[in-house]
């Protein structure tokens, strides 16, 4: 009788048991859970492959993403160009790759730094209450209140066009989510027992919520770091489509996609702004994918 | 000779009720409401009573978990030292932290599901000057042999263990500072029968081993006849009868605790038991009855008990100290 599939694994699992390979083996729970996750894994590597390009831009590029070359206008895609160049000549393959520094940064960089703001205060407010928490509360249902198109439109009229400027916005605008997030966590957790045999050591506040507390409160907020990144990198991109966001020199993703405003450039020059819009979307996603996976690994009682 | 080593006086914890668009407090709950309770050096001391009485508020005034509104919490260290730890401040309250350790009543929330064992009990005995962690895996090795458990364990989650094992895990976390009181909330009233004894078993190993003390919160009156010296009754908030547990059984004074007493489910068919059903809940502690807290379902009620508060008075049975709080009891009070 031909030995079944699972029979087979099994023999495999006792195989590797005899060579105590088993126990050499120490890959932590988390990374191994992760990495069962397939499209969390196609994510990452993706996410990692534009991260990387977009890094080693001037390797893979013998262009400068700023020079202009009238004699090569608006060329389709070819070897020599292989997104084709944009109306002053310029690679847009290139200009994507030094476009995607910028737009990661300021995606990213604003999801990380409003989730630290926001968990920091967030976690303390939340597990202390009272009037900490209330006040904390107004203020970021203030920030929260605000369009964020007004404080962009307010701030680039008084300032001007600054990269800064957008991060700072999007920080101040995004940090009530998260604030909220980790402070409705921290709400039902305080009053586990866990939290309250520590508090009958006496440790301090301090240790308690940040170092025990909030790995337990981290994995809805791992989800919204990813979501938030990808809802930045789109939000610089419409603020720079509409030319608010980031000063039209510098490339971003939302800057290259800008020159599809023009009727004519939209109808015939679909290089200029189609594979910058694939890029944009495909980065997104595979965000997305990330944050999923992690929610899954991070969340201590889910076995496998 | 018996020594105190926690006074209670008048201890009471109000919870303030507010409503309205700008949170006004409209009442109080008064989850306790004035009690006076000594607990002696080495003793179990049994606190019962049904759910929403206040026990476990009570107990986790005592380690200042819930701040009393009124009242003192006297510590009495084995040199006769008397501290009042309810008006201490945060940080003076540390060394008498680690005297008085509680045991929670849930075994799934009571363990942090992102740590290892060892990951969160590490962190107290850091506070409490253990440096090396060599000695901190050691301190918690051996305790969690002395609770049956492998020493491996410490390094495994609490999502790996059954809910025996992890109020285990619990002992052990109350154990690591080698506290003198215990306060058992309801320890064993989340596991099955079996499971109970064996932990009930454990804890009065532990109990001779470390000379420790309990207060062991509990609804469940079975447990506590074999386990308690002494037994205090609580209702709405306070202590209705407090005596020797065999005279709890035997000589019962107060008509609540006799109809507790009768609730407890005996493994005899031959035996007729009577059973004395009260009637209707627990009254809101929001506002208490007039008179006897226990008087609109007491079975025995009179027209003094609708309108005097009764107090707690002396009594003797068998010789032992009685203590009850009831109108109706033709004992002599002794004073």
């Not at chain 1, 977009?54 to 009238?70: C, E, G, K, N, T």
């Not at chain 2, 009495?76 to 009042?84: K, Y």
């Not at chain 2, 109350?174 to 989340?190: F, H, N, R, T």
């Not at chain 2, 064996?198 to 804890?203: A, C, D, E, P, S």
């Given at each position: 009788m031909a030995k079944s599939s699972l029979d087979k694994k099994f023999d495999q699992i006792r195989k590797r048991e005899e060579e105590k390979t088993f126990s050499t083996k120490k890959r932590s729970r988390i990374v191994n859970k992760f990495l069962n996750n397939r499209l969390a894994v196609l994510g990452l590597i993706i996410f990692t492959i534009i991260i990387l390009a977009s890094i080693f831009a001037p390797l893979l590029s013998p262009?400068?993403?700023?020079r202009v070359d009238l004699?090569?206008?608006?060329?389709?895609?070819?070897?020599?160009h292989w997104f084709g160049t944009d109306s002053t000549g310029r690679d847009v393959f290139t200009r994507v790759l030094f476009g995607g520094r910028v737009s990661i940064f300021i995606g990213l960089g604003s999801a990380i730094l409003s989730a630290v703001v926001g968990i920091a205060v967030g976690c303390y407010a939340g597990y202390k209450g009272g009037w900490i928490d209330v006040i904390a509360l107004r203020i970021s249902e203030i920030f929260m209140s605000f369009p964020q198109i007004i404080l962009v439109l307010l701030l680039v009229s008084i300032t001007g066009q600054s990269l800064f400027n957008l991060m700072a916005i999007f920080i101040l605008t995004g940090w009530g989510g998260m604030y909220r997030l980790a402070r409705a966590r921290m709400l039902s957790l305080r009053e586990e027992e866990y939290v309250q045999a520590l508090r009958s050591f006496g440790l301090s506040t301090f240790t308690i919520c940040y170092k025990h507390m909030l790995p337990n409160a981290l994995s809805p907020i791992m989800v919204n770091i990813t979501l938030s990144t990808a809802m930045f990198i789109l939000t610089e991109a419409g603020l720079s489509f509409l030319?608010?966001?980031?000063?039209?020199?510098i490339p971003t993703w939302g800057n290259i996609l800008n020159?599809?405003?023009?009727i004519l450039i939209l109808q015939n020059y679909w290089w200029m702004w189609g594979p910058v819009g694939i890029v944009i979307s495909v980065f997104v996603l595979c965000v997305n994918f990330i944050g999923d996976g992690l929610r899954d690994s991070t969340d201590p009682s889910q076995q496998g | 000779m018996k020594k105190e080593i926690l006074k209670l006086r008048g201890v009471k914890v109000h919870f303030p009720v507010q409503a309205g668009v700008f949170n006004?407090?409209?009442?109080?709950?008064?989850?306790?409401?004035g009690v006076d309770l000594d607990i002696f050096r080495g003793e179990v001391l049994g606190l019962a009573g049904e759910s929403g009485c206040g026990k476990t508020t009570l107990g986790k005034a005592i380690l200042r978990l819930v701040e009393p509104t009124d009242g003192e919490v006297k510590y009495i260290s084995q040199d006769d030292d008397e501290t009042?730890?309810?008006?201490?401040?945060k940080k003076d309250m540390d060394p008498f932290r680690k005297k008085l350790q509680i045991v929670f009543q849930d075994p799934h929330s009571s363990?942090?599901?992102?740590?290892t064992i060892f990951g969160s009990l590490q962190d107290p005995l850091k506070k409490f000057g253990i440096k090396s962690k060599e000695e901190r895996r050691k301190i918690i090795g051996d305790l969690l042999e002395a609770v049956?458990?492998?020493?491996?364990?410490?390094?495994?989650?609490?999502?790996?263990?059954s809910g025996g094992q992890r109020q285990r895990i619990g002992i052990v976390r109350a154990l690591c500072l080698e506290?003198?009181?215990?306060?058992?909330?309801?320890?064993?009233?989340?596991?099955?029968v079996s499971i109970q004894a064996q932990v009930l078993k454990l804890l009065m190993q532990l109990k001779k081993e470390k000379n420790l003390t309990y207060l062991f919160i509990t609804h469940d009156l079975s447990v506590t006849e074999?386990?308690?010296d002494r037994i205090a009754v609580m209702y709405l908030g306070r202590i209705v009868e407090l005596c020797v547990s065999e005279d709890l059984y035997?000589?019962?004074?107060h008509p609540y605790s006799e109809a507790l007493i009768s609730a407890i489910p005996v493994a005899d068919l031959d035996k007729q038991t009577k059973r004395i059903v009260l009637e209707?809940?627990?009254?809101?502690?929001?506002n208490p009855p007039k008179g006897c807290p226990f008087h609109p379902r007491?079975?025995?009620?009179?027209?003094?008990c609708k309108t005097e508060v009764p107090t707690l008075k002396k009594y003797s049975t068998n010789g032992n100290e009685h203590y009850a709080s009831c109108h109706l009891i033709d004992l002599p009070e002794i004073t």
């Amino acid at each position: 009788m031909a030995k079944s599939s699972l029979d087979k694994k099994f023999d495999q699992i006792r195989k590797r048991e005899e060579e105590k390979t088993f126990s050499t083996k120490k890959r932590s729970r988390i990374v191994n859970k992760f990495l069962n996750n397939r499209l969390a894994v196609l994510g990452l590597i993706i996410f990692t492959i534009i991260i990387l390009a977009s890094i080693f831009a001037p390797l893979l590029s013998p262009y400068d993403p700023m020079r202009v070359d009238l004699r090569s206008m608006r060329q389709p895609p070819s070897f020599d160009h292989w997104f084709g160049t944009d109306s002053t000549g310029r690679d847009v393959f290139t200009r994507v790759l030094f476009g995607g520094r910028v737009s990661i940064f300021i995606g990213l960089g604003s999801a990380i730094l409003s989730a630290v703001v926001g968990i920091a205060v967030g976690c303390y407010a939340g597990y202390k209450g009272g009037w900490i928490d209330v006040i904390a509360l107004r203020i970021s249902e203030i920030f929260m209140s605000f369009p964020q198109i007004i404080l962009v439109l307010l701030l680039v009229s008084i300032t001007g066009q600054s990269l800064f400027n957008l991060m700072a916005i999007f920080i101040l605008t995004g940090w009530g989510g998260m604030y909220r997030l980790a402070r409705a966590r921290m709400l039902s957790l305080r009053e586990e027992e866990y939290v309250q045999a520590l508090r009958s050591f006496g440790l301090s506040t301090f240790t308690i919520c940040y170092k025990h507390m909030l790995p337990n409160a981290l994995s809805p907020i791992m989800v919204n770091i990813t979501l938030s990144t990808a809802m930045f990198i789109l939000t610089e991109a419409g603020l720079s489509f509409l030319g608010l966001g980031v000063p039209l020199n510098i490339p971003t993703w939302g800057n290259i996609l800008n020159v599809a405003q023009d009727i004519l450039i939209l109808q015939n020059y679909w290089w200029m702004w189609g594979p910058v819009g694939i890029v944009i979307s495909v980065f997104v996603l595979c965000v997305n994918f990330i944050g999923d996976g992690l929610r899954d690994s991070t969340d201590p009682s889910q076995q496998g | 000779m018996k020594k105190e080593i926690l006074k209670l006086r008048g201890v009471k914890v109000h919870f303030p009720v507010q409503a309205g668009v700008f949170n006004r407090v409209v009442g109080h709950v008064l989850a306790v409401d004035g009690v006076d309770l000594d607990i002696f050096r080495g003793e179990v001391l049994g606190l019962a009573g049904e759910s929403g009485c206040g026990k476990t508020t009570l107990g986790k005034a005592i380690l200042r978990l819930v701040e009393p509104t009124d009242g003192e919490v006297k510590y009495i260290s084995q040199d006769d030292d008397e501290t009042e730890l309810t008006s201490l401040e945060k940080k003076d309250m540390d060394p008498f932290r680690k005297k008085l350790q509680i045991v929670f009543q849930d075994p799934h929330s009571s363990l942090n599901p992102s740590f290892t064992i060892f990951g969160s009990l590490q962190d107290p005995l850091k506070k409490f000057g253990i440096k090396s962690k060599e000695e901190r895996r050691k301190i918690i090795g051996d305790l969690l042999e002395a609770v049956n458990m492998r020493r491996e364990y410490m390094d495994r989650y609490p999502h790996e263990f059954s809910g025996g094992q992890r109020q285990r895990i619990g002992i052990v976390r109350a154990l690591c500072l080698e506290p003198e009181l215990i306060v058992c909330d309801e320890a064993v009233s989340a596991l099955d029968v079996s499971i109970q004894a064996q932990v009930l078993k454990l804890l009065m190993q532990l109990k001779k081993e470390k000379n420790l003390t309990y207060l062991f919160i509990t609804h469940d009156l079975s447990v506590t006849e074999y386990l308690c010296d002494r037994i205090a009754v609580m209702y709405l908030g306070r202590i209705v009868e407090l005596c020797v547990s065999e005279d709890l059984y035997n000589n019962t004074l107060h008509p609540y605790s006799e109809a507790l007493i009768s609730a407890i489910p005996v493994a005899d068919l031959d035996k007729q038991t009577k059973r004395i059903v009260l009637e209707g809940d627990v009254p809101s502690p929001v506002n208490p009855p007039k008179g006897c807290p226990f008087h609109p379902r007491c079975p025995k009620a009179t027209d003094i008990c609708k309108t005097e508060v009764p107090t707690l008075k002396k009594y003797s049975t068998n010789g032992n100290e009685h203590y009850a709080s009831c109108h109706l009891i033709d004992l002599p009070e002794i004073t």
